[in-house]
């Protein structure tokens, strides 16, 4: 299986031996925590998936009456 060495988009760090193949293209940043999908390999693009504490969902959505 081929390991990647992918520069996370959100903070820059280097995640080195990630297995994209077996996550579908996902990773989750060693640095940072926040997870994306690695559309290539040659980073050209990503997609940001939010991750929200409740603390963040309530900020971000309000409470729900």
Known sequence: ???????????????????????????EC??????????SADEISHKKVPAYTPHKFTLRFGAAH
């Open 1 to 27: 299986m081929k390991v990647y060495d992918i520069k996370c988009p959100l903070c820059g760090t280097v995640n080195k031996n990630l297995y994209l193949d077996e996550t579908n293209g996902w990773m």
């Open 30 to 39: 060693e640095h940072c925590c926040q997870v994306v999908m690695v559309l």
